[in-house]
């Protein structure tokens, strides 16, 4: 989990064994990005990040990093997917930018967390959250699936 803080000051921490749920819950009350480290280079610099907590106060639950560091996670996942919202829809009628949801890749990829940039009616424009120097992905809303962690 990573992100700038109200004072544009860089925080970021590595967790392991976490309700992944909870993980996304917290990071977008905070604004904040998840990434998924998938090869050595990324385990190279995720090994140099503070072990993240949660806390039932949500103190310390991802501490200030130097910005070197916090330079070479946004080299890893690519730019800014834009803000995303610290709320949830409840329904594909109340999907609108900056909304997480889950998209199906493809069917041998399967599904990731993605971050709606656009929408136009019944279609939406969407950036992989953790990948978010990609291009962006076109999906009718009917394949998208809400996230729910109540």
Known sequence: MFGLDKDRK???????????????????????????PVSKKHFEITNKLPVGK?????????????????????SLVGG????????????LAQLAPGHLVIAQDTVEDGWWPAVVTKRSNDIVTLKWRDFPGGSEIVR???????LNID
Not at 80 to 91: E, N
Not at 140 to 146: N, Q, V, Y
């Open 10 to 36: 860089p925080h970021a921490a590595r967790f392991m064994g976490e309700n992944e749920a909870l993980l996304a819950k917290a990071a977008a009350a905070m604004s904040f990005r998840l990434a998924v």
């Open 54 to 74: 949660i806390h039932a106060t949500g103190n310390g639950l991802v501490p200030n990093v130097d910005q070197p560091l916090y330079d070479q996670i946004i």
């Open 80 to 91: 800014d997917p834009g803000a995303i919202s610290a709320s949830l829809p409840k329904s």
């Open 140 to 146: 009718p809303i009917s394949t998208l699936a809400l």
